[in-house]
């Protein structure tokens, strides 16, 4: 104890120096709107370049290059498909993309991504992109797995971008009832990722089980038609006015390896106007 009382002593100058850079330190970052930015880009690539060591060195027993080469062929048939049907035919850098179920959607940028990092353990959890600014990547870009939504990109980095995924109890996604076109809000209450919740859907609707749920008209980020899962549970809560409803995602984050990356044509304009839409 005592050597301990003259070591403190004997340092006790650099230790105040320490604590008092730590001060300012915290204050710089929580004040400062572009210190804050800069912090943020850091921690991106400092993520992403441990999570893209972590990805080499496993890539051989995950056959990863093969699935990669599969993936790349699948999406050039499927932007064959796309392109005879008239449907990207606005596309201006295109890696991979997919037959749309809403033929009229037109696409600014398609990327396609691989997911160096899927956390599912948390309440925040939050995937890892091996695709930054420089491949065009911006926050507010939907990513998807072929039909299926994964999530939003957050933020980005020059070569890296982190993305929120459905399960995240901060996302609120805009899902449409196809059986009876009614919309509700599909949330992330924690707990398993392969569920989720569905709110706001009216007790007079009629509504089944299995019944599947996309994404509406009502968001800027995602475009319409793409799955978001099946109704997977129906509870009637009395008193209430709207129904208590299970659904299963269609994404099983736990086998997430490759998705594509895109922004619908005016999706700024759109976002000056509704700033607040998902």
Do not use: C
Not at 12 to 35: K, N, P, V
Not at 183 to 210: C, N, Q
Request: glycine share 6%; proline share 4%; hydrophobic share 40%.
């Amino acid at each position: 104890m005592g050597a301990l009382a003259i070591w403190l002593f004997r340092y006790r100058f650099f230790l105040w120096l320490i604590f008092l850079e730590s001060i300012g330190a915290w204050i710089t970052f929580s004040e400062q709107a572009y210190h804050r930015s800069r912090l943020n880009q850091w921690q991106i690539e400092t993520a992403g370049s441990y999570q893209s060591m972590i990805h080499r060195a496993t890539r051989f027993w995950r056959m990863d290059d093969e699935n990669l080469r599969l993936n790349q062929e699948l999406a050039m048939l499927r932007q064959m498909i796309s392109d005879s049907l008239g449907v990207a035919d606005s596309l201006q850098k295109t890696n991979t993309t997919e037959p749309w179920p809403d033929t009229t959607l037109r696409v600014d940028l398609i990327q396609s991504a691989r997911v160096l990092y899927a956390g599912t353990n948390a309440q925040h959890n939050y995937l890892l992109l091996d695709k930054g600014s420089l491949d065009g990547i911006q926050p507010r870009m939907a990513v998807v797995q072929g039909h299926k939504i994964v999530g939003q990109v957050q933020a980005v980095s020059p070569r890296f971008a982190r993305v929120i995924p459905l399960i995240n109890t901060k996302l609120r996604t805009s899902a449409l009832h196809t059986a009876s076109q009614t919309t509700g809000s599909l949330v992330w209450t924690g707990g398993s990722t392969r569920y989720a919740e569905l709110m706001d859907f009216p007790i007079h609707i009629p509504i089944k089980v299995g019944d599947s749920l996309v994404s509406s008209t009502y968001s800027s980020v995602y475009p319409p038609g793409l799955r978001l899962g099946r109704i997977d549970r129906i509870e009637t809560v009395p008193g209430a006015i709207t129904y208590k409803i299970r659904v299963m995602l269609s994404v099983d984050y736990h086998r997430l390896d490759h998705v594509q990356v895109m922004r619908p044509t005016f999706q700024k304009e759109r976002e000056e106007l509704l700033p607040d839409q998902n």
